[in-house]
């Protein structure tokens, strides 16, 4: 090939940037441990320009990958390699240590938050039951109250009628000793004035001799007998007595049965009291305990929001860790 005067073969006209950027791109294609591929080699660099090119560039490759420089790009490479394995490694099992610490704190949290609810829910039971026994004894001891005030009233009633009862046997005992006292005294006068009656009048001559008043005639007279007069006014007398008992046992009966009636109300009024008193403390231990019912919802509703929230918390930073 003639191309002047003078002929002049430039390096890059056989081997130029081109081909060795081709060759070193396709270097682990070229060299696989001992396998030499020439023929990718060749196609690479569009073919050999002159005979014995491509064993020159294959022995030239073998020459520069035992040489110190590609040596110790190897063995940095091997270094590099380790150190990210090794580094990696590390990496993992400490995010793996971090992990179960922040898995073990979760689940600490998580019991001590159902302990603390266990606890709470507990103490609401036993102060619910307490005040349930207390409901329950205020009760007992109100209807003992009560039991011992009627059992109180009706002994009373008994004592008063078994005293009314007796006051009044007694007062007509004695009625009845004085109306027997009056008849003795009224009997004895009459006896007196019928043996005095002298003889000769106009009248009846009785059994002993005496001689009777013709308007006492009907009355037969004898010691142990009166005028009509006279038994008249012992009728009257007694009528009196026996009208005046009457009406002052009536006025008794009136004063009694009225002193009965305003006791009975009296009664009744301060058993009304004590059972408003108590229909009052009641509506009002109930009110309590809804107010304590409420308080404890909400505390437990917040208490819910509160462990989503801090659940939500560690979730995120586990994830966190993780990433």
Same mark, same amino acid.
């Given at each position: ?10 390096? !890059? ?23 030499? #591929? %020439? ?22 490759? !073998? ?45 600490? =949290? ?14 609401? +039971? ?5 005040? +349930? ?9 109100? +209807? ?10 009706? /002994?009373? @009633? ?19 000793? %004085? ?11 009459? =006896?007196?004035? !019928? ?15 005496? %001689? ?11 010691? #142990? ?15 009196? +007595? @026996? ?23 009296? /009664?009744? /009024? ?13 509506? =009002? ?15 437990? /509703? ?19 860790? =993780?990433?």
């Amino acid at each position: 090939m003639h191309l002047g005067p003078k002929a002049e073969f430039i390096a !890059s006209v056989f081997f130029g940037q081109d081909q060795a950027r081709a060759i070193v791109g396709s270097i682990d294609q070229i060299r696989r441990a001992d396998v030499h #591929n %020439t023929g990718l080699l060749e196609t690479l660099i569009g073919g050999q320009c002159f005979h014995g090119q491509v064993e020159f560039l294959d022995q030239a490759i !073998s020459e520069w990958m035992d040489g110190d420089y590609y040596l110790l790009h190897l063995r940095q490479t091997a270094d590099l390699n380790r150190f990210i394995e090794t580094e990696g490694i590390r990496v993992r099992e400490a995010m793996a240590s971090e992990l179960a610490i922040l898995l073990a704190q979760s689940h600490a =949290r998580r019991e001590a938050e159902k302990a603390k609810k266990a606890a709470t829910k507990a103490a609401a +039971k036993a102060e619910v039951a307490a005040q +349930k026994v207390a409901e329950r004894m205020a009760m007992a001891q109100d +209807k003992a109250q009560e039991r011992a005030l009627l059992a109180a009233e009706k /002994a009373a @009633e008994r004592s008063r009628v078994a005293e009314a009862k007796k006051a009044a046997k007694l007062l007509a005992t004695r009625v009845r000793a %004085t109306a027997k006292a009056g008849l003795d005294v009224t009997l004895a006068q009459g =006896r007196s004035v !019928s043996r005095v009656t002298p003889q000769g009048h106009d009248g009846i001559t009785g059994v002993n001799g005496r %001689t009777l008043r013709s308007h006492e005639r009907g009355c037969i007279a004898n010691p #142990n007998t009166m005028t009509l007069e006279m038994q008249r006014g012992v009728e009257k007398g007694i009528g009196r +007595k @026996e009208a005046g008992s009457a009406a002052d046992d009536e006025m008794d009966r009136f004063d009694k049965t009225e002193e009965w009636s305003n006791r009975r109300a009296a /009664a009744d /009024a301060n058993r009304h009291a004590v059972a408003d008193g108590k229909a009052q403390g009641i509506k =009002r231990r109930r009110e309590e305990l809804a107010e304590n019912r409420s308080v404890a919802k909400k505390n437990h /509703a917040q208490r819910q929001a509160s462990a989503v929230t801090y659940g939500k918390g560690v979730e995120e930073r586990s994830d966190r860790g =993780r990433h």
